[in-house]
T-cell receptor, first 113, second 112 residues
């Protein structure tokens, strides 16, 4: 089925470890974004991309890196995991036309111990 | 980016119409308004989007007054499955709204 695929669904990391959250979409969408959602809170924008090779920072970029080498993939890298990064991470994509909203993935639940 | 203000929570009963209002007093001429719905343990889902007046789709209606300083999401005859968090966002038409910022949302609880 077409959509946004995130892997893994669950992950436990130790403080200081690094890892990459994967995000792939098969809808040929230009725009992709990463959000984090802490318990009982709204979503906060980490990084976003308006096309392959173009990325920019959102509200809470510290501790995260992104790259966009292809239209389909937008991985999020945690450089040195901290307990404050325990959260649910959502990847989203949408076409460039403003009349379309974002399609979200099912999320990655990350726990840093 | 225009800041939005929504009620933190709302209660309703099955079969009622629910109206959730969002304030965006400093909305710019180029901004449009979008609403999302989020169920527990899922990513948000796009509901509806508009710039002015009224927009209707199979799920909801969006009312935007002439001054555009607020908008109202209307859900007709809600059911228990409409229990969710609803987010109001504004985005810039010229930039495509790619830097989409979510607020805290409105938690709607539908009772039997």
């Amino acid at each position: 089925n077409a959509g946004v695929t995130q892997t893994p669904k669950f992950q436990v990391l130790k403080t200081g470890q690094s890892m990459t959250l994967q995000c792939a979409q098969d809808m040929n969408h230009e725009y992709m974004s990463w959000y984090r959602q802490d318990p009982g809170m709204g979503l906060r924008l980490i990084h976003y991309s308006v096309g392959a090779g173009i990325t920019d920072q959102g509200e809470v970029p510290n501790g995260y890196n992104v790259s966009r080498s292809t239209t389909e993939d937008f991985p999020l890298r945690l450089l040195s995991a901290a307990p404050s990064q325990t959260s649910v991470y959502f990847c989203a994509s949408r076409p460039s036309e403003v009349r379309y909203g974002y399609t979200f993935g099912s999320g990655t639940r990350l726990t840093v111990v | 980016l225009a800041k939005t203000t929504q009620p933190i929570s709302m209660d309703s009963y099955e079969g009622q119409e629910v109206n959730i209002t969002c304030s965006h007093n400093n909305i710019a001429t180029n901004d449009y308004i979008t609403w999302y719905q989020q169920f527990p343990s899922q990513g948000p889902r796009f509901i509806i989007q508009g710039y002015k007046t009224k927009v209707t789709n199979e799920v909801a209606s969006l009312f935007i007054p002439a001054d555009r300083k607020s908008s109202t999401l209307s859900l007709p005859r809600v059911s228990l499955s409409d229990t969710a968090v609803y987010y109001c966002l504004v985005g810039d038409i010229n930039t495509g709204g790619f830097k989409t910022i979510f607020g805290a949302g409105t938690r709607l609880f539908v009772k039997a």
